[in-house]
């Protein structure tokens, strides 16, 4: 924000602060981790700040603001944004504070903050450096301190990187907790219940089931997820995919890209993976697990393989459910069978959707039977049709975009000849 924005915005309480006869002085105080030493430290710049302001008759007291447990690099500091509130409302004149470091080592973050500051005329002062931010020379060294600052969280956090990556490779990384274990004494153990649930997924996997129909399966059998919800394909990859259910450890499946944001990225081969093997008792055999990895290969090719991509379908958003309201999306079997099934009755938001799983061969023949085309055009469907509805009773309803409609029905087995269709009054249904 442009610093005239700042006089502007603020300026009822830069005058509360000019006609204040003393001088309101805060502190804040920040450690990094959350170890007994280290607050420990926290709680002595807390009673060193409070002393040295009340000691001062030319002072007054405004508060002490300290964070624990965070890291420097987060702008959601609980107490650093209940400092900058009370600043913003002009409580305060002078914030001391360490070093530019216990401020923020984001350079970005730091002088944003502290040019905001300057507008309203606080100044913050750093013990470390020797800095008031209202000094002429002070933009100019908290611009070089605090790229210092910056660089040395990096720095940081590169040494911190290799240390781990030095422990993976030898095994001496502590598991975490996932579904069908918990952790006891950094030792994943079995948990029973969670475990028959997992084995129920690979025997399902093993056979040639989706990760949809699995979860499906679940969720009519009322089996909660990992999460005490429903339960999601995405889940159900999850969890064939790790190898800790066979007994094995695969560490640095997600690295810190940006030591800034602190942000979580899947590793898709920009770092190498280190696989621990017989670290605790497997769920499920390795036999198994190589099985299913092997039939989810093979689906995938099978997917790949298939001419009609989802990005390119004629009825991409335009299949809505009579029963529940809700879209239909375009799935596929075993990569084989692509039909188009009700995203309320897939998911169970409407427990009482009998939405059908419509053949997207059967929906795309009945489409060009509709509009009396000789044969599927996908361009000539988007021209003409706005939107299906799609009944429970297999009849679908075309509404065009000339403001016409179509009544048809569908066939779960097609064996040729034209399809029954009852058309409406609209002339406009007529047409091709």
Same mark, same amino acid.
């Given at each position: 924000?442009?610093?005239?924005?700042?006089?502007?915005?603020?300026?009822?309480?830069?005058?509360?602060?000019?006609?204040?006869?003393?001088? $309101?002085? =805060?502190?804040?105080?920040?450690?990094? @981790?959350? /170890?007994?030493?280290? *607050?420990?430290? %926290?709680?002595?710049? !807390?009673?060193?700040?409070?002393?040295?302001?009340?000691?001062?008759?030319?002072?007054?007291?405004?508060?002490?603001?300290?964070?624990?447990?965070?890291?420097?690099?987060?702008?959601?500091?609980?107490?650093?944004?209940?400092?900058?509130?009370?600043?913003?409302?002009?409580?305060?004149?002078?914030?001391?504070?360490?070093?530019?470091? $216990?401020? =923020?080592?984001?350079?970005?973050?730091? @002088?944003? /903050?502290?040019?905001? *500051?300057?507008? %309203?005329?606080?100044? !913050?002062?750093?013990?470390?450096?020797?800095?008031?931010?209202?000094?002429?020379?002070?933009?100019?060294?908290?611009?070089?301190?605090?790229?210092?600052?910056?660089?040395?969280?990096?720095?940081?956090?590169?040494?911190?990187?290799?240390?781990?990556?030095?422990?993976?490779?030898?095994?001496?990384?502590?598991?975490?907790?996932?579904?069908?274990?918990?952790?006891?004494?950094?030792?994943?153990?079995?948990?029973?219940?969670?475990?028959?649930?997992?084995?129920?997924?690979?025997?399902?996997?093993?056979?040639?089931?989706?990760?949809?129909?699995?979860?499906?399966?679940?969720?009519?059998?009322?089996?909660?997820?990992?999460?005490?919800?429903?339960?999601?394909?995405?889940?159900?990859?999850?969890?064939?995919?790790?190898?800790?259910?066979?007994?094995?450890?695969?560490?640095?499946?997600?690295?810190?890209?940006?030591?800034?944001?602190?942000?979580?990225?899947?590793?898709?081969?920009?770092?190498?993976?280190?696989?621990?093997?017989?670290?605790?008792?497997?769920?499920?055999?390795?036999?198994?697990?190589?099985?299913?990895?092997?039939?989810?290969?093979?689906?995938?090719?099978?997917?790949?393989?298939?001419?009609?991509?989802?990005?390119?379908?004629?009825?991409?958003?335009?299949?809505?459910?009579?029963?529940?309201?809700?879209?239909?999306?375009?799935?596929?079997?075993?990569?084989?069978?692509?039909?188009?099934?009700?995203?309320?009755?897939?998911?169970?938001?409407?427990?009482?959707?009998?939405?059908?799983?419509?053949?997207?061969?059967?929906?795309?023949?009945?489409?060009?039977?509709?509009?009396?085309?000789?044969?599927?055009?996908?361009?000539?469907?988007?021209?003409?049709?706005?939107?299906?509805?799609?009944?429970?009773?297999?009849?679908?309803?075309?509404?065009?975009?000339?403001?016409?409609?179509?009544?048809?029905?569908?066939?779960?087995?097609?064996?040729?000849?034209?399809?029954?269709?009852?058309?409406?009054?609209?002339?406009?249904?007529?047409?091709?």
């Amino acid at each position: 924000m442009p610093m005239e924005k700042y006089k502007q915005k603020y300026k009822a309480a830069s005058y509360a602060r000019v006609n204040h006869e003393r001088k $309101r002085v =805060a502190a804040y105080a920040r450690v990094s @981790l959350g /170890t007994e030493h280290m *607050l420990h430290s %926290l709680a002595a710049q !807390v009673s060193h700040y409070s002393k040295y302001i009340q000691s001062n008759s030319e002072w007054e007291y405004a508060g002490i603001y300290a964070d624990a447990d965070e890291t420097g690099t987060k702008e959601n500091r609980p107490e650093f944004q209940r400092l900058l509130a009370d600043c913003r409302a002009g409580k305060i004149d002078l914030v001391l504070t360490k070093a530019l470091s $216990r401020f =923020a080592r984001n350079t970005v973050t730091l @002088l944003e /903050t502290v040019r905001e *500051l300057k507008a %309203l005329g606080i100044d !913050v002062y750093f013990e470390e450096q020797n800095i008031h931010t209202l000094s002429g020379e002070g933009e100019l060294l908290l611009t070089l301190l605090a790229s210092y600052a910056q660089e040395e969280s990096r720095s940081s956090s590169e040494n911190m990187k290799w240390r781990k990556r030095t422990d993976m490779k030898s095994g001496k990384t502590k598991p975490t907790k996932v579904y069908g274990y918990k952790v006891v004494e950094d030792k994943l153990e079995i948990v029973p219940g969670e475990a028959e649930v997992v084995r129920f997924i690979f025997d399902h996997a093993v056979d040639g089931a989706g990760a949809q129909t699995i979860a499906t399966e679940l969720n009519r059998r009322n089996i909660p997820s990992p999460a005490g919800k429903i339960w999601l394909a995405a889940v159900i990859n999850t969890i064939l995919r790790n190898p800790k259910m066979c007994g094995d450890l695969l560490h640095q499946r997600h690295y810190i890209a940006d030591h800034i944001s602190k942000k979580k990225t899947r590793n898709r081969g920009e770092l190498p993976m280190y696989r621990i093997e017989g670290t605790h008792e497997g769920i499920i055999t390795k036999e198994t697990f190589e099985a299913v990895e092997a039939v989810m290969s093979q689906r995938k090719t099978n997917a790949d393989a298939v001419p009609y991509k989802y990005e390119g379908l004629a009825f991409r958003n335009k299949i809505f459910c009579g029963k529940c309201g809700k879209m239909f999306k375009y799935k596929t079997n075993s990569g084989r069978h692509p039909e188009w099934r009700c995203w309320g009755h897939e998911r169970r938001v409407n427990p009482n959707c009998t939405a059908q799983n419509i053949p997207d061969a059967t929906l795309l023949a009945l489409t060009a039977e509709v509009l009396g085309l000789e044969k599927p055009d996908n361009d000539v469907i988007n021209q003409k049709l706005e939107r299906i509805i799609a009944s429970d009773d297999r009849q679908l309803t075309f509404i065009l975009h000339d403001g016409g409609e179509i009544k048809a029905q569908w066939q779960l087995k097609p064996r040729g000849g034209r399809v029954n269709r009852a058309k409406n009054n609209s002339d406009s249904s007529d047409k091709t």
